[in-house]
T-cell receptor, first 110, second 113 residues
């Protein structure tokens, strides 16, 4: 079945440094979603990418969907302590189910 | 306020004692799902439901049951809990139009002794 893999598993950066997490699927995806989970919280939807090669920005966050629609990335410019959390990518499974990657946990040191 | 609620938020129980975790959403969503989250394993789907009376197994359904008698509610039932079901559980819902983003409940931390 479809698998979604994310790297790295953990990332520790100094505040102000950039951060990138990568997501790869074993199959072509119709779309990909990204979620953020703060420590002690629940996953919260960030964005959905649908088109091949699509790039979307949310302030310091840049999301990309690969040309082949099998990979995606999330890049944070100049991290802040508020960026701490785990970032998940998710690809559609059967019906409306989502297949989540294992997530990248980001720690930002002031 | 649009939300997904879960109860209880925390539960410590003993092996074999049946329990139910409730989930309710007020967004009239057709799709609802249960996940468990364990360190290093991410979010794994237990069961999902496309609509009332329609449920299906996810990736890790063993030891769990669900029901969908009403659109807003999707309880998770552990008939005979075991220690390997100690985990953080999330309920989620989504609509069937638009982006299909999933709205998650606050989570239920379950410990089975």
């Amino acid at each position: 079945g479809q698998q979604v893999m994310q790297i790295p598993q953990y990332q520790h950066v100094q505040e102000g440094e950039d951060f990138t997490t990568y997501c790869n699927s074993s199959t072509t995806l119709s779309n990909i979603q990204w979620y953020k989970q703060r420590p002690g919280g629940h996953p919260v939807f960030l964005i959905q990418l649908v088109k091949s090669g699509e790039v979307k920005k949310q302030k310091r966050l840049t999301f990309q969907f690969g040309e082949a629609k099998k990979n995606s990335s999330l890049h944070i410019t100049a991290t802040q302590t508020t960026d701490v959390g785990t970032y998940f990518c998710a690809g559609p499974n059967s019906g409306y189910a989502l297949n989540f990657g294992k997530g990248t946990s980001l720690l930002v040191t002031p | 306020e649009a939300q997904v609620t879960q109860n209880p938020r925390y539960l410590i129980t003993v092996t074999g004692k049946k329990l139910t975790v409730t989930c309710s959403q007020n967004m009239n969503h057709e799709y609802m799902s249960w996940y468990r989250q364990d360190p290093g394993l991410g979010l794994r789907q237990i069961y999902y439901s496309m609509n009332v009376e329609v449920t299906d197994k996810g990736d890790v359904p063993e030891g769990y049951k669900v029901s969908r008698k009403e659109k807003r509610n999707f309880p998770l039932i552990l008939e005979s809990p075991s220690p390997n079901q100690t985990s953080l559980y999330f309920c989620a819902s989504s609509g069937t139009s638009g982006s299909h983003e999933q709205f998650f409940g606050p989570g239920t931390r379950l410990t089975v002794l």
